[in-house]
Nanobody, 126 residues
Framework: QVQLVESGGGLVQAGGSLRLSCAAS????????MGWFRQAPGKEREFVASISWSGGIIHYADSVKGRFTISRGNAENTVYLQMNSLKPEDTAVYYC???????????????????WGQGTQVTVSS
């Protein structure tokens, strides 16, 4: 069992930056592929970024490429999402998720994870 706790959300002006963190419990964090998703009011959850267990394979949604950076610190059991040049349309609840074992980039983008966090609110004002 893995528990995921997101932090770092808040209110920021357009053009600003935030860094989200997702702390994972358990001793096998390095075995998990990790992902970030977001859900805005009235919209479906959407993929933001994913990172493989080693950190060597990373994928982003087109809407955040060049602005967001996903990374992980396996020693700290934490995955990060650095968000720069934020836009009002980035406003959403952001969730991290963990997938154990072999998987594919497509599966990660489709939301096929074993564990999900509770989410952290990001609000970008214009």
């Amino acid at each position: 069992q893995v528990q995921l706790v997101e932090s770092g959300g808040g209110l920021v002006q357009a053009g600003g930056s935030l860094r989200l963190s997702c702390a994972a419990s358990g001793r096998t964090f390095s075995r998990y592929s990790m992902g970030w998703f977001r859900q805005a009011p009235g919209k479906e959850r959407e993929f933001v970024a994913s990172i493989s267990w080693s950190g060597g394979i990373i994928h982003y949604a087109d809407s955040v490429k060049g602005r967001f950076t996903i990374s992980r610190g396996n020693a700290e059991n934490t995955v990060y999402l650095q968000m720069n040049s934020l836009k009002p349309e980035d406003t959403a609840v952001y969730y991290c998720a963990a997938k154990e074992g072999p998987t594919t980039a497509r599966a990660l983008a489709l939301g096929e994870y074993d564990y999900w966090g509770q989410g952290t609110q990001v609000t970008v004002s214009s």
